[in-house]
């Protein structure tokens, strides 16, 4: 017998708690929004708080450091203590800060310390690439050869790595390991834990980049024992474009000298001070560097509170609901049509995206934006679906999978272009 989808697709919306909240974004007229994985929705809570954060700099100027509410002088720690409990951590482990590719650098030039013959970072090859030319900076800056220190785990069917393979990985010549908790082609959730207790027992340090998995997992960096993290704000979290980003430093490192300091990361009661010799705050604080950039920050303030409300838990559960719904429904309609799921199936190893690969995926996507649909594509044949849990629905999951198997089985994609654009 085959299933009735939509009505299924139905029933789920009508029983989803989150439901009220799709209400509060904006989802651009007339379209099925599935790149929330790329760039988060505006919300009406981030503009009105960026629109009181313009006022605030139009009323007050300079008086806004201490005067705004809340003040820019602290917006970094605030705004940290907001992210702590998505990535289960403590309020002062984490800081708004920077950009995904600047904190791995400020991180990572705080603890990566080749000596004698543990010079190694060990990194793999699936992982975005500004993460790899960050790293192969770092070796350079500190006189070493990328091709020999920065190892990349490979992996063996291109899609996910196996953490055995990552752990065999670890030996003595590896100071820091920098990975990624969900992978951004394929979706896969690395196990944190796992993976940083063997990289302890092994005296070396690790990182991960949340950047895919912020706001849609429930991290426990904390109690994971991670030694620090990073990640923007502007996917799952929703903070607007190249909004300020997160890092997260475990509070037993707070001692240590930040990598790259700056007069932001200054003991706060004395930043203004300005001594000649830096002092840094003890917390996560510490590893700020310039002034915060309050408008963008101001955004993800506002988009935090929908969050605040949801329980990060609760977004965890839907999203993997409607991961596993578009799962179900692509082995269901489109793998005989071709297609294949990138993504592990099992629920724990998975983040907030899916990833549908076929060869002609690039024109499959161009067909899918010309009905309004909006994916992305990651080459060389990967589609991402990213159904969001705050905003998106049951039926709109149903709506695209549908779209999909007609695009192909009517063979509309060879309409389009192999062309690729400058962003996709
Ligand atoms: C999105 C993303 C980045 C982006 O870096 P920016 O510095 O914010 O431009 C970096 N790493 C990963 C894994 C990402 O998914």
Redesign the pocket.
Known sequence: MTRNWSEEARKRDEADRLAPFRARFHVPAGTVYMDGN?LGLASVDALESLERAAREWRDLAIGGWLDARPDWFTYGERIGARMAPLVGAEPEEVALVG????NLHSLVATFYRPKGTRRKILADEL??P??LYALASQVRLQGGDPAKDLILAKSADGRTLDEEALISLMDDTVAVAVL?AVL?RSGQLLDLRRLTQAAHERGIVIGF?C??SVGSVAHRLHDDDVDFAFW?T??HLNGGP?SP?GLFLHRRHFEREPGLAGWFGYVKERQFDLALHFEHAPSASGWQMGSPSILSAAALDGALNLFDEAGILTVRAKSLELTSFLIELAEARLVPLGFEVGTPLEPDRRGGHVALEHDEGWRICRALKARGIVPDFRPRRVIRLAPVALYSTFAEVEHTVSALEEIVRNHEYEAFSSERAAVS
């Open positions: 790329s950009s995904t590719t600047a992982n975005f500004s993460d990624p951004y980049d950047a895919h923007c502007y996917k190249g980003a």
